[in-house]
């Protein structure tokens, strides 16, 4: 008999978290599962510590495969799965016991939705932006109108964010969307999760907002939301392209929300730069080689953007990128010191 939930997990030099997640798995309240470890090649004793849960639980499957990618390692889980419906949790977070139960609950009602987003926090506690879309049910016409306007860019809002957060392991699909629509390009491997879901959501007839937070993910020293990477440019023009082709392709609608998710994640590069400390001339000589190599600043359209975002981006399509870092650094200095915010004693200020 079939599983109803098939949860992918690619294991990857994670020795030392992946008893936790993995015990997360099997001690779910819900029990109609099976789970998939793909051992992406990793050096450590990860794919023994696979093979031992197999050998101790029969719901527990193991791919061994040569270090080929998240990309990859979906992807060779997904050929494998049986279950009605696919999850994904990373080889170092970890999910709620009720987490299952409460998304087999969610799918019950309406006839279950091809797609679920649910909530999630952080390990060490640290805020995160909360759901912001309404909970409940979306069919094809709820969508058309609440979501797929404003899912990449929400621009009711005061801040460039999406209203739709680009995690996979904080969705779930029906198995037979992701196979058609989900990512299967390996060279994608820092915005792999943008890449996939975003054609899964614009494909999906119906939608499940669960504001519940049932998954957390763990923030470490290296992991990819705390580390500076010298290739996330290239990888978001690699993601750009892969959104245009498939995407917009579909839906020339979503061009600007597209351009706007980029420039986002252009400006985050450059606060990255900030948190490490690089002085001004090593941040816009690291920002400027890597826009110059992809020219990913003079493909964006942002005539709809708000008015400082193309200020700052006209600066570095003119390659002014020092002045463009000092910009972003005075305007990030503005808003701490602000007054009324209490920072101002804590920052030294």
Request: with cysteine; glycine share 8%.
């Amino acid at each position: 008999m079939e599983p109803f939930f098939s949860i992918v997990t690619p294991v990857y030099n994670v020795e030392r978290f992946l008893a936790p997640c993995v015990d997360s798995i099997l001690s779910q309240t819900f029990a109609d599962f099976e789970l998939l470890l793909v051992d992406d090649g990793s050096p450590d004793g990860s794919g023994a510590l696979c093979d031992q849960y197999a050998a101790q639980n029969s719901r527990v499957k193991v791919i061994h495969q040569p270090n080929q990618g998240v990309v990859a390692a979906r992807q060779a889980a997904l050929e494998a799965a049986r279950g009605q419906y696919v999850c994904f949790v990373d080889g170092d977070d970890w999910v709620m016991e009720n987490w299952l139960e409460t998304v087999h609950r969610c799918l019950g009602e309406d006839g279950g939705a091809d797609m679920l987003i649910f909530d999630f926090v952080t390990s060490d506690g640290s805020p995160d932006q909360p759901l912001l879309a309404r909970p409940g049910f979306y069919d094809k016409a709820d969508l058309e109108k609440d979501i797929y306007p404003y899912m990449l860019w929400d621009r009711r809002r005061p801040f460039m964010g999406s209203l739709i957060p680009g995690y996979q392991w904080s969705k779930v699909l029906r198995r037979e969307l992701i196979l058609a629509h989900g990512l299967q390009d390996g060279s994608i491997s820092l915005y792999e999760d943008v890449a996939a879901l975003y054609e899964c959501l614009y494909n999906a007839s119906s939608f499940y907002v669960c504001p519940e937070k049932l998954y957390v993910y763990r923030l470490r020293e290296g992991s990819a939301l705390r580390q500076y990477a010298p290739g996330e440019l290239d990888q978001l023009k690699l993601c750009r392209d892969y959104l245009m082709s498939h995407l917009v392709r579909q839906g020339p609608e979503l061009a600007p929300q597209v351009d706007a998710f980029m420039a986002s994640k252009i400006m985050h590069a450059v606060y990255a730069q900030q948190e490490y400390g690089f002085s001004l001339q090593k941040a816009a000589g690291n920002i400027g080689g890597a826009l110059d190599e992809t020219g990913l600043a003079r493909a964006l359209d942002t005539a709809a953007l708000p008015v400082q975002i193309r200020f700052f981006m006209s600066l570095l399509r003119r390659r002014a990128y020092a002045l463009a870092v000092l910009v972003y650094r005075t305007r990030l200095w503005l808003f701490v010191h602000r007054p009324g915010t209490g920072r101002e004693e804590r920052t030294g200020g």
